[in-house]
C-alpha cells in the first residue's frame, strides 16, 4: 500500500513538473530587444524585423505601432518576428509593442521607437491671381505687375520645380501677341513667386503650369498644376496725357493707345502742327491726340 501511495505521488509531481515546465514555456512573455528599420514611410506597408527571445511560435503573437495593429505578422522563431506597419502620422516616433496571444496581460514594450516619414508629396492649394481672374482694376496698362505666387501644401525647395508662364492677346487686342514669359523663380516655406523680366500688361491672358517641385524628403509633385487669368483690355482713348519719362514708343505701345510701338509715327503726324509738341522732348501733362486706328494712316 506503502509502495502504490509513493508511485501515485511520484506520478502526480510529474504530472505537475510538466505542467510547471510546459505552460512555462508555451506561455512566455515575450522579451524583444530590437528591430530594424526604425523608420518607414507614413504610408505604412515597411516589413520590420523585430528580435528577441521568447516569442510564441505555437499561438502567435501580435505587435502594435503606436497603438494600431501591425499586419502579416510572422514568428519564424522564438527569436524573431516579421511584420508590416500600419500607416502612421510623419514626423511622428511611436511605441512599437510585441504581445504573445497566450500571454496577453504581459506586453512588451521595446526600447526603440518606429519613425513615420514623410511620404505625401507636395501639391498646390492655391495661386496668385487665382485661376480664372479676370484683373480690371489696375492704374497702369503696361504695368499690371510682375508677380505670381503660389502655395503648397508643405514647404519646398523653390529651386527643385519649374515654373512655366505663356502669353496670349485677348480677343479685343488689337496687337496679337503669343509666347512664354521670362522670369525667376524664388522662394521661401511653402511659397514660391514667379517674377517676369517685363511688367504683365492689360488685354492678355497669361497660362500658367507648376510642376516638379520636391519637398524636404525629396517627395516630388505627382502631377503639373494649371492656371491662367486675364488682364482686361482698357477703353480706347482719343486724347493721352503723356507720363513722366514717356517717349512715343511707349506711348503708342499702351493698349489704350495703339498696343504697339511701332505705330509711333501716327502720333507725330496727329500732333506735329501743335507749337508746343516736340517727339523728342515730351513733357509730362501735355496732351496728345491719338488719331483712328484704321488703315487710313497707310502705316
Known sequence: ??????????????????????????????????????EGPETGGTTVRISGEKFDMKNGVTVTFGGNSAQSVTVPSKTEITAVTPAGTAGESVAVVVTNKKKVEKPATLAQKFTYTDATPPTVTSVDPPDGTLISDYEDSLNVGNTISFTFSEDVDSMSGMVSVTVESTPESISKESGDVAGSVSGTGNMVTFTSDEPMRAGRKYMVTVSDFKDAKGNAQTASHSSSFSVSYP?????????????????????????????????????????DFNPRRLRAGMMLWVPDRGPAWGD
Open 1 to 38: 500500500m506503502i509502495q502504490l501511495r509513493n508511485i501515485t505521488t511520484t506520478i502526480a509531481l510529474a504530472f505537475a513538473l510538466v505542467w510547471m515546465s510546459g505552460c512555462g514555456g508555451c506561455n512566455p512573455e515575450p522579451l524583444p530587444s530590437g528591430m530594424s528599420p526604425t
Open 235 to 275: 477703353e480706347k482713348v482719343r486724347k493721352y496725357r503723356v507720363r513722366q519719362g514717356e517717349t512715343l514708343p511707349i506711348i503708342a505701345g499702351r493698349p489704350e493707345v495703339y498696343d504697339d510701338a511701332n505705330l509711333w509715327k501716327r502720333l507725330v503726324e496727329a500732333n506735329q502742327d501743335d507749337s
